[in-house]
């Protein structure tokens, strides 16, 4: 995955912050949105686009397009690095190979030690009942 040229595939947009910030606030457009259209993206093949759909499901809007937003700082900029940085991130988690999993016996001795504690409790708990008179 080149990350220079999936830098060129997004768009961004700017909009007023919500919360505290005073008369600042109502004057600046500090609040990032970035945009990626994953199903008109010519970086990836069909299989990884597949792969990112599946990771990304909840994250998709119904016309294939991912929306992340930040408004973490009070700086465009860096509100701007922040989220493309969340963004990297999020596709390089998406595309990770999944590890297989090579199924493991359980070893003899686990086996052993759980069956005397079995045992031991079960005496434990005969010890408690009241002697049976024959």
Do not use: W
Request: net charge positive.
């Amino acid at each position: 995955m080149d990350a220079v040229l999936l830098k060129s595939e997004l768009s961004y947009k700017y909009v007023r912050s919500s919360g505290s910030g005073g008369q600042h606030v109502n004057k600046v457009s500090s609040k990032a949105e970035l945009y990626f259209n994953l199903e008109e993206s010519s970086i990836f093949n069909e299989i990884e686009k597949q792969k990112l759909s599946e990771f990304l499901n909840n994250r998709l809007n119904k016309d294939g397009v991912v929306v992340l937003a930040c408004d973490e700082s009070r700086s465009q900029f860096r509100n701007k690095a922040i989220v493309t940085q969340r963004f990297l991130n999020l596709i390089a988690e998406g595309l990770k190979e999944q590890k297989k999993r090579r199924p493991t016996r359980i070893p003899r001795s686990a086996k052993r030690k759980r069956l005397h504690s079995k045992r031991i409790n079960s005496e434990k708990k005969v010890n408690r009942k009241p002697p049976t008179l024959e």
